[in-house]
């Protein structure tokens, strides 16, 4: 397949802190990407960078098979960004606001108008058109942005936590947006710190933490290669790190590690199999177990074992 955009080996420092450190891969056209990472892990300036908003410290990236670098309009022509900050002008309509991005992309005369037309049906925001945006909702605010962004019919939407602090309404209405676009043919890259929008939305998903990329790969693959196994999640009436220490001897056992909530995590191959083991062995401890769950692999476990942290800490 064709790449539409190539991360090669790029770095940016600012001063002697290495924000990004030389990640590399590639993203398809027509392909929907999810870069997934806590806040502060690098994705917003990979997305800076890529944008063209940024230059990197070292590294080059590729828009269509150019260095966007050194052929910074024609990067810039074929992207369509949405920041994570709202981008609009709250004294103007929605209407207004959208005509004046227009004319930032080039648009003019019937052009323009149609165009309007188009992204403010994409963003279900037709009858609220000549509203003046500060009387928005967050979400409706969010919406209006990823309709500039659209404006100039971009290859690559770039979405850059496009959900941060709005209703649940508006967040499903955003998340099969996306979809939808991506259905019709355009090359999209999510990121996020929501585990369950990348899982929803994406097919292939980055996960970066600390500036570097730790992991790229399909996502079931993915769930299923960095875990190999399932998840048992318990939570017991004692000081758990003796009880982690001591089940993470058991043979069968792949990980043991203490979650976010104050449960133990067991990471095991066909749990049914050797439930009776693990029971049998923390109740030889004298400890009692007030909780009790069978997870499947998500990304949520991909993340905490490939970083020994929740996504959100």
Excluded at 37 to 57: F, V
Excluded at 118 to 140: H, Q
Excluded at 173 to 200: A, D
Excluded at 232 to 251: A, T
Aim: one cysteine or more; a neutral charge; hydrophobic letters at 35%.
């Amino acid at each position: 397949m064709e790449h539409i955009v190539e991360f090669d080996k790029i770095s940016k420092n600012f001063g002697k802190h290495k924000v990004v450190d030389e990640i590399s891969f590639t993203i398809e056209k027509g392909e929907l990407f999810g870069l997934l990472g806590p806040n502060g892990a690098g994705k917003s300036t990979s997305i800076s960078m890529l944008s063209g908003l940024m230059k990197p410290s070292s590294g080059r990236i590729l828009v269509n098979g150019k260095d966007i670098a050194k052929y910074p309009k024609e990067g810039k022509r074929c992207i369509g960004l949405v920041p994570q900050d709202i981008a609009l002008y709250p004294t103007l309509s929605a209407q207004d606001n959208l005509y004046f991005w227009g004319r930032m992309y080039g648009l003019s005369g019937k052009r323009l108008k149609e165009e309007v037309d188009r992204v403010l049906k994409i963003a279900n925001l037709e009858e609220r058109r000549k509203d003046i945006v500060k009387g928005f909702s967050g979400g409706m605010k969010r919406r209006i942005n990823i309709a500039a962004a659209l404006l100039h019919r971009p290859q690559l939407l770039i979405m850059d936590e496009p959900t941060v602090g709005i209703d649940p309404q508006s967040r499903n209405s955003i998340l099969e947006t996306v979809k939808e676009l991506n259905e019709e043919g355009m090359s999209v890259i999510y990121t996020s710190h929501y585990m369950e929008e990348v899982e929803f939305l994406c097919n292939r998903i980055g996960i970066i933490d600390l500036g570097k990329l730790l992991m790229v790969e399909e996502k079931e693959k993915l769930k299923q290669e960095i875990m190999g196994s399932e998840c048992i999640e318990l939570k017991i009436n004692h000081e758990e790190d003796s009880i982690i220490n001591g089940l993470s001897k058991l043979e069968f056992i792949t990980k043991v590690h203490k979650n976010e909530n104050g449960c133990i995590n067991v990471y095991l191959h066909d749990p049914s199999q050797h439930l009776q083991s693990i029971v049998h062995y923390i109740s030889e401890q004298g400890v009692n177990i007030t909780q009790f769950s069978i997870q499947e692999p998500n990304l949520e476990n991909v993340f905490l074992k490939l970083t020994g942290k929740a996504l959100r800490d």
